[in-house]
Each structure stands twice: as structure tokens, then as C-alpha cells.
């Protein structure tokens, strides 16, 4: 069985996310984590394992809002947006 470690070193990027923002995806996570000097990933699939991993510890939810990437050069694929645990968000 594969044992899963917790990443925590994000914590703080994302608790700035939900409390300045009302939606957010992986590239606001990317983009904050590159600004602030963090130790960046190196795989990009990672940024929504993060998420994911901080929303089953309840510092943010996953909504049923989507957004394609305003990134140049990122594929246009549409996003999954985040948002604060108790924050009500209408499409």
C-alpha cells in the first residue's frame, strides 16, 4: 500500500487564496507559490493534488465553477475553481 505524506508547505499561500480571493485555481496557487520564492513543482498536475489534499483538511472546497487558464503558453483546458471552505459561490 502506498503511503500518502501530507504536503503542508503550501498551507499558507492557499489560506491567503481563500481569504483574498473568492475563486481560485491552480494557476493563482502557481502563480502565488512562484511570487513568494517557494519550492515550485515540477510536476503541474501536482498544483491540483495540493488543492485537493488542503480541501480533505478543510482549508478550502472544490465548486462546480470551471475557468480556462488566462496563462500564455498553458493549454486552454478548463479549470476547476476553488474556494474558501464556508464561502457561498454562485456560477
Known amino acids: 500500500m502506498k503511503k500518502h505524506i501530507v504536503d503542508t508547505k503550501y498551507d499558507g499561500v492557499i ?5 483574498v480571493m473568492s475563486l481560485f485555481n491552480t494557476d493563482h496557487l502557481r502563480l502565488l ?11 503541474k498536475r ?10 480533505s483538511r ?11 487558464s488566462l496563462i500564455r ?13 464556508d464561502e457561498d459561490v454562485k456560477a
Not at 33 to 43: F, V
Not at 46 to 55: E, G, K, N
Request: charged fraction near 30%; glycine fraction near 6%.
Open 73 to 85: 503558453g498553458n493549454n486552454n483546458i478548463p479549470r476547476v475553481c476553488w474556494s474558501a471552505p
Open 15 to 19: 489560506r491567503m487564496l481563500t481569504q
Open 33 to 43: 507559490i512562484e511570487a513568494k520564492g517557494l519550492e515550485e513543482k515540477t510536476d
Open 58 to 68: 478543510g482549508l478550502c472546497r472544490k465548486t462546480d465553477n470551471y475557468k480556462r
Open 46 to 55: 501536482d498544483y491540483a493534488r495540493v488543492l485537493r489534499s488542503a480541501a
